[in-house]
């Protein structure tokens, strides 16, 4: 069983749709996080829930909505999309009992926008 | 601002070589530093440090955190193909569930 598993794992559009990123963690943990990953590798934090509550928000374009609908569960909604929004998308869990601190992440959702 | 710098960039060795990798961290209120490494898909985990001078070891790979100096440095030894590899370090303060990750080292490994 896969621990943090996204969909899709890769999606293709056009500028100026609205698409969604499914996160869900089956490990039992509080904390869930989005990442972006640009082409250069670099890996920046976008947002944060601890048990459905946000605790980290970056700047990051309010065109970009995460929702936890649950703690298992972690989704990013991503309206008007633009070029500059390509890039993989990483969803994490935040380790507990003897994982505490490690994050675990998900295999990554590819976005490219046309 | 809190600040994370990762050398060298990238970095291409021979199998077998040793290298050894940096983090630079500017955290305020430092509490921990992970190292991951990625190959194509997502990070995977390698360390948790939080205390300075106390190595950590898997196998041919070690790391050891200077809180003093504020860097960690990510060793490995008799270094294989299947090492090429992205390594990534982040830092995190106390009171807080904000990782920030470097830019990176690219490490190659060639036969």
Redesign the interface.
């Known amino acids: 069983d896969t621990a943090v598993s996204q969909t899709p794992k890769y999606l293709v559009t056009q500028m100026g749709n609205d698409k969604s990123i499914k996160c869900e963690q089956n490990l039992g943990h509080d904390t869930m996080y989005w990442y972006k990953q640009d082409s250069k590798k670099f890996l920046k934090i976008m947002f944060s829930y601890n048990n459905k509550e946000l605790i980290i928000n970056e700047t990051v374009p309010n065109r970009f909505s995460p929702k936890s609908p649950d703690k298992a569960h972690l989704n990013l909604h991503i309206n008007s999309l633009e070029l500059g929004d390509s890039a993989v998308y990483f969803c994490a869990s935040l380790g507990s009992g003897t994982h505490t601190g490690e994050l675990f992440f998900g295999e990554g959702s590819r976005l490219t926008v046309l | 601002e809190d600040k994370v710098v990762q050398s060298p960039l990238s970095l291409v060795v021979h199998e077998g070589d040793t290298v050894t990798l940096n983090c630079s961290y500017e955290v305020t209120n430092f509490r921990?530093l992970?190292w991951?490494k990625?190959e194509k898909?997502?990070?995977?985990?390698l360390f948790?440090l939080t205390s300075s001078g106390i190595e950590k070891k898997s196998g041919r790979l070690s790391s050891i955190l200077d809180k003093k100096e504020l860097f960690s440095i990510l060793n490995i030894t008799a270094t294989q193909t299947g090492d090429s590899a992205?390594y990534?370090c982040?830092p995190?303060a106390s009171g807080t569930?904000?990782?920030?990750?470097g830019?990176?080292t690219?490490l190659k490994v060639l036969a």
């Not at chain 2, 898909?41 to 985990?45: D, R």
């Not at chain 2, 569930?97 to 990750?101: A, G, M, Q, T």
């Open positions: 921990s992970l991951y990625q898909k997502a990070p995977t985990f948790m992205i990534l982040a995190k569930y904000k990782y920030i990750f830019t990176g690219r």
